[in-house]
């Protein structure tokens, strides 16, 4: 059990070194000065020279990884080139938005898809199967923004229940906040169950036809118990692996939504400093992004360990 | 077929509706079991043995299934009367099964001890604490080593032979009056299985329980029934007490059974109960023909084997079978 911890951490610390040098290497030869940006297009050559070496934009490639490295372990922020504050304290402003929206929105995914898979693999081949697969069909071929706009429409527009976007802030108003969140979140969520019910059902499906089903149900267990005992807790060992999937997505910025609804979270704040060519910010995001994903499968496969006393022999 | 049967099935029929065609697997069986005898089913694989058992415990999903009997009474009881919920408290605490596949019938992520507990939790509503107790208690009697602290092992760290033991254990805490073993030792080595039949045949002196042991050897009835009955694409063709059965088996297709048991300690690439000498195979459910079933195969068949299906003959003191061989003696070919 330590081992497979210990292996999979490891496996995580590679992982995040190979996704900074990526991230570093594409920013790199992307094409795009910011100190031109910065100057604007008039800026003399020995201007634009003394910011380039202000930036440290003129040393070799890897000094400048070693410098950004360095700098993000020790936890010392770089500045926004557009906000001109610490990239940190923009960041975790933008997180606290990003965060519990994704969260939220699994929050919703998963009650709504376990009950409906279940349900539909309970009933399968019959009308309550096919009513779920053709709903789950729709929110599969629904596009999240206009599902979005749908919500404000009526939620907000016609029954008037929600604002119809923007972001109070946690301190100002944090029920306004939660509230804030809620159609976004469901939106998103929504979408993503759809495909949650559908894997929920046919895994569910594979394991109702195991030997160990029918040993369950030989001993006279009620239904219940074989469904949500013993075939519920197999069937999710595949589910597990597309939640966290998805959670590391939303993780890395649910950008449409987040214009929509005019959040600022994380994915405003990359479009916004992508357009500024804000590097120092384009940067930090993107790993956080990408770290994200990989952290959270990370924590799929400890979850894996929790779930399947098998998995220690491997 | 007393009147002191624990389980009688008369007439019983299991049809399979499929997208790739309608199936009888099971055409009128009957059988009987008194309280506290093995009675032994063997045949070959797809014969209908397993579809018996699960229709007898309600385990076949319907659809596709379709099962039809005349009488399946057990203890007094007329099961395809019951409710689900009525059958379901049947199960496991009257009537038990074990199953071929020690390897994928326990749950995987369940300790093994809570498994052997549950049918105590729902049937006797013990306690946990109690049906752990007993859990330990069985996992002793079925010889598990050092159980009691091996109560919270899962399956993966236990061998094929000791994940029988566990199946048993868990069929017989509620002390079933009737147990049905279907393949029990098939998927386990020749040594393991001998243990295991000894294991059964233990607790059921114990217990007192019926046993319904259904295998495709023969050589495993020989040493545990009391009357075996053998069945071939979804009839039973032959019937007696074993001892009578391995002196004057009638049908053709017994004697190709016979033929086939390993001999004990003999060719070691020779599979327990693989009928290499019966050429040909079962015929499947969806493709029947008229006259006997076996005809496609029987060394002795003759017209009337292939047009008309023979009905089942007595051929001795409780020795049935399924032949035209019992009027037409002289179609006997010598050299069988
Ligand atoms: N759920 C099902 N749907 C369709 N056909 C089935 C189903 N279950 C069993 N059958 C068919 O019924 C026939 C009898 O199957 P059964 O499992 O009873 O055979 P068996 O005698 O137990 O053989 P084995 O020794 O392989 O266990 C087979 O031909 C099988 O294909
Ligand atoms: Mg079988």
Redesign the interface.
Known sequence: MLRYFLTKLATLVVLLFLVSLTVFTVLFVLPGDPAQIILGIHATPESLARLRADLGLDRPFFAQYADWVGNLVQGRSALSIHYKMPVFELVASRLAVTGPLALLAMVFAVVFALPLGIYAARHQNRPQDLAVMTFTQLGLATPEFWLGILLVLFFSVELNWFAAGGFPGWQADAWGSLKALLLPAFALGIIRAAILARLTRSSMLDVLR???I??????????R?VIY??AL??ALIPVLTILGLQLGQLLAGAIIIENVFFLPGLGRLVFTAIGMRDLPVVRDVVLLMAAAVVFVNFLVDIAYAA????IE?H | MTDEALLSIENLRVRFRTPEGTGTAVDGVDLAIAAGETLGVVGESGCGKSVTALAV?G?LAAPPAEIEADAVRFAGRDLLGLSAEER??????EI??I?Q?PM???????PIGRQVA??LR??LELSAAEARDLAATWLEKVKIPDARRRLGD?P?QLSGGMRQRV?IA??MVCRPRLLIADEPTTALDVTIQAQILSLMRELKEETGTALLLITHNLGVVAQTASRVVVMYAGQIVEEAPVARLFEEPFHPYTRGLLRSIPVLGGRTGLEAGRLAEIPGLVPAITERLAGCRFAGRCPHAFALCRENAPPLFAIGPAHHARCWLQVHPERRRRDD
């Open positions: 195991e030997d160990y029918r040993t369950a149900r030989a001993k006279g267990l009620r239904e118990t005992v013993h807790r197999n779930v399947d006393p098998r022999l | 415990l385990l379901r408290r049947i199960r496991g605490r038990a099964m199953f596949e994928t019938s326990l749950n995987p992520l369940l549950e049918p729902v049937h899962f993966h199946m868990m069929a």
